[in-house]
């Protein structure tokens, strides 16, 4: 049984770091994707960035790109998403997801979600 999980999220200040990691188990890393998303209160649901098992990079919007970081470590089934100069409107649930390719919309398994909350 495939498990997604993410974890990492807190209550951080404006301008403060942290780094969210997932990890899937029940399968190997070969051959998948593993995305971030976010969904802020009383809004869609959006991609942030995705990595390949090969290790390619993508990043859904450019605007994150210099503040958000991903990378990933296949030994371990694990994905980070490294989050700097956090802002009031990156507070959501980050959510991980795995696929067979890097996508937004289609996803095979979704993880549960963590929190992160950035005060002013």
């Known amino acids: 049984q495939v498990q997604v999980v993410e974890s990492g999220g807190a209550l951080v200040q404006a301008g403060g770091s942290l780094r969210l990691s997932c990890t899937a188990s029940?399968?190997?890393?070969?051959?998948?994707?593993m995305s971030w998303f976010r969904q802020a209160p009383g809004k869609e649901r959006e991609g942030l960035s995705c990595?390949?098992?090969?290790?390619?990079?993508?990043y859904y919007d450019d605007s994150l790109k210099g503040r958000f970081t991903i990378s990933g470590d296949n030994a371990k089934n694990t994905m980070y998403l490294q989050l700097n100069s956090l802002k009031p409107e990156d507070t959501a649930i980050y959510y991980c997801?795995?696929?067979?390719?890097?996508?937004?919309?289609?996803?095979?398994?979704w993880g549960q979600g963590t929190q992160v909350t950035v005060s002013s």
């Open positions: 990595i390949t098992w090969r290790g390619d990079t993508y």
């Open positions: 997801a795995l696929n067979t390719y890097c996508s937004t919309t289609r996803v095979k398994y």
């Open positions: 029940g399968l190997t890393f070969d051959g998948w994707a």
